[in-house]
């Protein structure tokens, strides 16, 4: 049998074990999950700067009803700089990332220096470097050495750190055709999340002027949705360096706090914090 005969043998055993359902066979062959992640971050192409105005609806994790609907304006500064500010319920939070720190603010208060899981969805945006998204994504379980082809809502894609259609193993999946991820699950141990199945879905990617970016984020605990945000809006807008600097914006929110708690009652703002982080902090 020559070679090119084997070739096309191995290629029809992969799509018709893609269109079945099936495990691939073990000849057949798929891109290393470092070529994959490395062709993600070329084939993305975002700008050095981004900004986005998005809808945020919150749903109930035990029975699935919509609790909370807010406008977010998200902020990307490449590489690896992001802010959020979200208005709900009558309180805005403001989070802010740089590299391996985070701050959160509620209301002018510092609430919290360390991530949650649903701020990851932001992480697979805004890396340059292939050796730092790999790390990321190796410290929530994705083994790059691992990958496959599967489908997904009848697209194929390559599955980085399982075999397909295993989902025992956190896992990347990027589509085949356009290297533009399609979802992402994982187990994180936060306070928040314990160790449930926890997955991020990127779909409907659009073209905003020259920039193409999913106009639907879900967010999902053990596969129930908790999370929705549609984008409205994409620009590539330069910010202010300061509205990322984490030190300066610490500073300058805890010289506030004394002012804000003149205001009202010590008491009513926790209680309304803490509401707000229940809902939106799931």
């Known amino acids: 049998m020559s ?10 055993a992969v799509c018709l074990a893609v269109l079945v359902g099936k495990p691939l ?13 490395f062709l993600m971050i070329e084939e993305m192409k ?3 700067n981004l900004a986005a105005r998005q809808q945020v609806t919150q749903y109930d994790l035990e029975t699935g009803e919509e609790i909370l609907t807010a406008t977010e304006t998200i902020r990307f500064r490449m590489p690896e700089e992001f802010r959020s500010e979200i208005d709900a319920g009558g309180l805005n939070r403001t989070y802010v990332a740089s590299a391996d ?3 959160t603010m509620i ?9 949650i899981w649903t701020d990851y969805y932001k992480n697979i945006f805004w890396y340059r470097s292939l050796e730092r998204l790999e790390n990321f994504l190796e410290n929530y379980g994705v083994d790059p050495s691992v990958s496959s082809l599967g489908r997904f809502k009848g697209e194929v894609a390559f599955v980085i750190g399982d075999v397909y ?38 779909a409907e990617w659009k073209q905003f002027g020259r920039i193409w970016f999913p106009s639907r984020i879900e967010f999902y605990v ?26 300066h914006i610490r500073h300058t929110f805890s010289a506030d706090d004394n ?10 703002i926790r209680r309304r914090l803490e509401d707000f982080k229940r809902i939106y902090e799931q």
């Open 25 to 37: 066979p073990a000849y057949s062959y798929v891109l290393e999950g470092r070529h994959i992640l």
């Open 107 to 115: 209301d002018g208060r510092v609430t919290s220096e360390t991530d």
């Open 259 to 268: 002012g804000a708690a003149a205001v009202e009652p010590e008491s009513e």
């Open 222 to 247: 053990n596969g129930q949705m908790i999370r929705l945000i549609r984008v409205g809006m994409l620009e590539s807008a330069p910010p202010p360096r300061e509205i990322f600097d984490i030190d």
């Open 165 to 202: 259609p295993s989902e025992s193993a956190a896992q990347l999946w990027v589509a085949r055709e356009t290297f533009r991820p399609v979802r992402w699950l994982f187990r994180a141990g936060d306070d928040n999340s314990g160790i449930e199945p926890l997955e991020f879905r990127y």
């Open 46 to 48: 975002l700008p050095g």
């Open 101 to 103: 720190r985070s701050i």
């Open 3 to 12: 070679v090119y005969t084997k070739k096309l043998i191995c290629a029809a």
